[in-house]
């Protein structure tokens, strides 16, 4: 157990709808970041938050955004979903914003787009 | 740009037998490299990273990689394969003091009994 915790564990929904995904970082992490893992695609990075402010962006399409609130915990808004969406979402905590060496991957959640 | 190659999508080994897995990176600075696990249905594990303090890095579970810089590459070796290590491993590639980080397509290892 990573100590980051990611809810929902699966998620279906159709295309052209929007969900939330959230993320709780480990105990005293102050970064999160966003990855998306699919089959096209593989493993990209998506952006990362510190303290509750970007810090780095990756490959993030328009339709996804994301924040990080004053708890710490992160959510990443997907809209106007596509079939091509349908991913592994995951998110990972660090202690510090250039910690990507130091990150902590939660089990991830399921998204699949019908 | 930055980028990794990993060679082979698949490997299967026996059971007791050697594993390596390939990792070629293409930067124009030394790096930082990894290599993460992924057991299935859940999420990355940090197996050994490199971080140029020393050119063979040894890792969890009995795997180690070594850095070479006239190869650009960053093989991720362990002598003796067990069943549990059977999951997907990726290599992945960051700038020094970036978060950026760009991961290689994945090799799924296999043990066979």
């Known amino acids: 157990d990573s100590g980051v915790t990611q809810t929902p564990k699966h998620l279906i929904t159709a295309t052209g709808q929007r969900v939330t995904l959230r993320c709780s970082p480990r105990?005293?992490?102050?970064?999160v970041y966003w990855y998306q893992q699919s089959l096209d695609q593989g493993l990209q990075f998506l952006i990362q938050?510190?303290?509750?402010?970007?810090?780095a962006k990756g490959n993030i399409l328009e339709r996804f955004s994301a924040q990080q609130f004053p708890d710490l915990h992160s959510e990443l808004n997907l809209s106007s979903l596509e079939l091509g969406d349908s991913a592994l979402y995951f998110c990972?905590?660090?202690?510090?914003?250039?910690?990507?060496?130091?990150?902590?991957f939660g089990p991830g959640t399921r998204l699949l787009v019908l | 740009a930055q980028s990794v190659t990993q060679l082979g999508s698949h490997v299967s080994v026996s059971e007791g037998a050697l594993v390596l897995l390939r990792c070629n990176y293409s930067s124009s600075v030394p790096p930082y490299l990894f290599w993460y696990v992924q057991y299935p249905n859940q999420g990355l594990q940090l197996l050994l990273k490199?971080?140029?303090?020393?050119?063979l890095v040894k890792g969890i579970n009995g795997f180690e990689a070594e850095f070479k810089k006239s190869e650009t590459s960053f093989h991720l070796t362990k002598p003796s394969a067990h069943m549990s290590d059977a999951a997907e491993y990726f290599c992945?590639?960051?700038?020094?003091?970036?978060?950026?980080?760009?991961f290689g397509s994945g090799t799924r290892l296999s043990i066979r009994p």
């Open positions: 992945a590639v960051v700038r020094s003091s970036a978060s950026k980080i760009i």
């Open positions: 990972a905590s660090a202690p510090c914003s250039g910690g990507v060496e130091t990150q902590y």
């Open positions: 105990s005293g992490d102050l970064s």
């Open positions: 490199y971080t140029s303090a020393a050119t």
């Open positions: 938050y510190y303290n509750g402010e970007e810090r």
